[in-house]
């Protein structure tokens, strides 16, 4: 077995994965640029942290399960009103996610609500938390299932390990009381252990009414409103006012006799 050989056989036992590959490569540019060999072995050791922070990170964004849509540097402040860019930079800074501070984005369908806390759960992994995005409808079905579902378990269990929860269309539609209360579980959880970003098109004083108990109600919102900051966005729906037709105006040159063929 050779010196490579052996070597690749020793990261495989350290699981050093990117090393074996990146080995024979850097040695040729470190004899080319006369590196010493604890500059190669620095270089060596840096790219192998590179690819597994790298690796790392996309696991975690797939894990978060985000929209498509989440950079908040395309935010158009021009449909929603509510919000600042300057205070969008300070909410992009995460400060808040370090003190547990909880976030209720407020206000009608397409004035940017999911797009903020998907782009708000981007950078937090960007910058190393365990944060995820879930729909209300996702939360009380992995509720009901998780004691019937290895799967919907699990599920679970990483939500109560997050720094941060993003909670998607909450109160959107009605909930049965028994499911109410398995959220209330969840969400008494996390109360002060992980910040929470929820998204909402209801008053808080209509909530009541979703769940059909008032009680449990407020013990919710007595937990979120704690140490949080409230948002209500509003404006002209940026769906609306950017919709597209799948008929386009095309116009005719033959009309405007622009044709050379036609001549």
């Given at each position: ?8 056989s ?21 004899q ?47 449909y ?23 976030i209720?984005?407020?206000g ?32 009380i ?8 579902m ?34 209330f ?30 009680v ?48």
């Amino acid at each position: 077995m050779t010196i490579n050989e052996q070597i690749k056989s020793l990261c495989s036992r350290l699981r050093l994965y990117a090393l074996p590959r990146l080995l024979e490569p850097e040695a040729h540019i470190a004899q080319e640029q006369g590196k010493t060999h604890v500059e190669f072995l620095h270089d060596l050791l840096a790219r192998e942290v590179q690819e597994r922070e790298g690796r790392d990170f996309q696991r975690r964004l797939k894990a978060a399960a985000i929209p498509p849509r989440h950079d908040l540097d395309l935010f158009d402040h021009n449909y929603s009103q509510g919000i600042t860019a300057s205070r969008l930079r300070d909410l992009r800074r995460l400060g808040w996610l370090e003190q547990n501070y909880n976030i209720i984005l407020m206000g009608p369908s397409g004035t940017g609500k999911t797009f903020i806390a998907a782009g708000l759960v981007y950078e937090a992994v960007q910058k190393g938390y365990k944060a995820y995005m879930v729909t209300m409808e996702d939360i009380i079905n992995t509720i009901k299932m998780k004691s019937l579902m290895p799967s919907a378990m699990t599920a679970y269990n990483r939500l109560l390990k997050a720094d941060l929860v993003a909670i998607d269309d909450i109160m959107l539609f009605p909930v049965k009381k028994e499911d109410a209360a398995g959220f209330f579980n969840l969400i008494n959880t996390l109360h002060e252990k992980a910040s929470l970003i929820i998204t909402t098109n209801k008053a808080p004083t209509e909530w009541a009414k979703t769940l059909d108990d008032e009680v449990l109600a407020s013990a919710i919102l007595d937990r979120l409103l704690y140490h949080c900051e409230v948002i209500k966005l509003s404006g002209q729906s940026y769906r609306m006012g950017n919709r597209k037709s799948i008929f386009e105006t095309v116009q005719d040159s033959s009309l405007a006799g622009d044709n050379p063929s036609q001549r």
